[in-house]
């Protein structure tokens, strides 16, 4: 009876410590994926910008103005 109950105890380790290891994988692998997406974020913001300073605003409200002129 003990030899069994040592070797349950035995294999429940193993499998606490396989679990143990996959969780620290997993999260890795979490940390990876978010990681990549905030140098996507930081990517979009950056396009966003660009195209946001290269827009002629000038030229839009000079733009708006002759269309309420028209109606």
């Given at each position: 009876m003990?030899?069994?109950c040592n070797r349950v105890l035995?294999?429940?380790e193993a499998a606490i410590e396989l679990e143990a290891i996959w969780l620290q994988r997993n999260n890795r692998e979490t940390e990876r994926i978010m990681a990549s997406r905030r140098v996507t974020?930081?990517?979009?913001?950056g396009m966003l910008f660009e195209l946001s300073s290269d827009h002629d605003y000038?030229?839009?409200?000079?733009?708006e103005a002759e269309e309420e002129e028209r109606f």
């Open positions: 003990t030899s069994a035995t294999s429940l974020a930081q990517e979009v913001v000038e030229t839009d409200s000079a733009s």
